[in-house]
Nanobody, 115 residues
Framework: QVQLVESGGGLVQAGGSLRLSCAAS????????RGWYRQAPGKQRELVAA???????TYADSVKGRFTISRDNAKNTVYLQMNSLKPEDTGVYYC?????????WGQGTQVTVSS
């Protein structure tokens, strides 16, 4: 079993920044951490930022140049630095990882960006 706990969300004005954290209950070096997703009200969950198997990263076009995904294996934590936030970034942000052929999600953290 793997527990993923997201934190760092909140209410921020447009143009502001937040840093989300995803703490894992197991060593993230032993699992495939896919990355961060978000779900806006009434919309499907979408990929925001991801680690690829070759170590590179992928970003949704809507967040390129504003968001940065990173990881600290020593702390078993994955981060999402979000800058220049826009109202359309509002949603619940989830981290996702796979371990032992199972897929795991955290409970999510709410990000609300006011205009």
């Amino acid at each position: 079993q793997v527990q993923l706990v997201e934190s760092g969300g909140g209410l921020v004005q447009a143009g502001g920044s937040l840093r989300l954290s995803c703490a894992a209950s197991r060593r993230i070096s032993s699992m495939f951490v896919r990355g961060w997703y978000r779900q806006a009200p009434g919309k499907q969950r979408e990929l925001v930022a991801a680690f690829n198997s070759d170590g590179s990263t992928t970003y949704a076009d809507s967040v390129k140049g504003r968001f940065t995904i990173s990881r600290d294996n020593a702390k078993n934590t994955v981060y999402l630095q979000m800058n220049s936030l826009k109202p359309e970034d509002t949603g619940v942000y989830y981290c996702n990882a796979a371990w032992a052929f199972d897929n795991y999600w955290g409970q999510g953290t709410q990000v609300t960006v006011s205009s």
